[in-house]
């Protein structure tokens, strides 16, 4: 079993985890007008970084957003006596076409934080990738290879290709679009170690499920979310769990959706982060069939971590 031993997070509303933690909590947003308009000639209202600059873009902007929660992250790396530590980052399908494996992406992260590029890799699997890398950086800890391994993802929207995709797919908030979502960006990584090695225990990821939804929203079939139900099942085990599922998007409210049996004793509060991404479009939007899920449980913690224990399990 491998632990989360640290927490870094950069969104527009929180400039570290526990800036993002408490906007979240409070349902705060900070969304304003780009200068990408719609079809309708309409300004597109973004929740971007307000210190990352318009000119900023592509994997400047994504190392820009990335570098200070994965510095906040790898800030607990000293209390465990490790110099540096592979990176394991999840991102969208298409980062840079002229970087397909990240390599670039990877060493410019390194120069801000204790990476060794040389172990790192990138997950492009759109939303499911995080679980993906989660999953290969717990067995990679579980077979002894390394101690501890940085885990989290960068993505943004700020990308006038994606946006006019999305807006092609009336997937964009607006008048006429009431059940859209509006793009944002931002960067979460967890410091994922050995329990043996780790000196904090936010929490420990038990179990990670990944399935592929042979009929996922959009195809020709209807939607029975097979996919999300074999991957809660491969995560649960044979553990009797609360649970609870996401919607599309991946957005988890508290007390929505949850079903099964909360665990009693010393294990604690335990939480299954789901995430089913819908299907749509092409490139960026193309990965709408995977089906993802986290079991993050507490255990012998204080209050204050096990709160901060099921906010870790938003971001994933």
Request: hydrophobic share 40%; charged share 25%.
């Amino acid at each position: 079993m491998s632990s989360v031993a640290a927490v870094g997070v950069r969104i527009a509303t929180g400039l570290d985890a526990l800036g993002a933690v408490t906007s979240v909590r409070a349902r705060k947003s900070f969304v304003r007008e780009s200068r990408f308009v719609d079809g309708a000639g309409e300004p597109i209202g973004l929740a971007t970084v307000a210190s990352i600059g318009e000119d900023v873009v592509g994997r400047d902007r994504f190392v820009a957003l990335g570098a200070p929660a994965l510095r906040e992250a790898a800030a607990g790396l000293g209390a465990m006596g490790l110099t540096t530590v592979p990176l394991y980052l999840a991102g969208p399908t298409e980062v840079d076409p002229l970087d397909a494996r990240g390599t670039r992406l990877l060493t410019a992260l390194a120069e801000h934080a204790p990476v060794d590029v040389a172990k790192s890799k990138v997950f492009p699997q759109g939303r499911a990738a995080g679980a993906v890398a989660i999953e290969q950086a717990v067995a990679r800890i579980a077979r002894g290879e390394d101690e501890a391994i940085l885990v989290g993802g960068i993505d943004s929207y700020f990308d006038p290709d994606r946006l006019e995709e999305l807006d092609k797919a009336r997937r964009l908030h607006g008048p006429q679009t009431e059940n859209g979502f509006v793009p944002g960006e931002g960067a979460a990584f967890l410091l994922v170690a050995s329990r043996r090695r780790a000196t904090t225990r936010l929490a420990n990821v038990i179990g990670v499920g990944l399935e592929r939804e042979p009929r996922p929203f959009g195809s020709a079939d209807p939607c029975h979310a097979l996919g999300i139900t074999l991957a809660c099942k491969r995560a649960m085990g044979q553990a009797r769990v609360g649970w609870a599922l996401t919607d599309v998007v991946g957005d988890l409210e508290e007390g929505v959706g949850c079903q099964g049996q909360q665990p009693q004793g010393k294990q604690g509060p335990q939480l299954l982060a789901c995430t089913f991404q819908p299907c749509g479009g092409r490139g960026s939007l193309r990965h709408g069939d995977e089906a993802s899920i986290v079991k993050v449980g507490s255990e012998d913690l204080t209050e204050q971590p096990k709160k901060m224990a099921a906010q870790i399990a938003r971001p994933i």
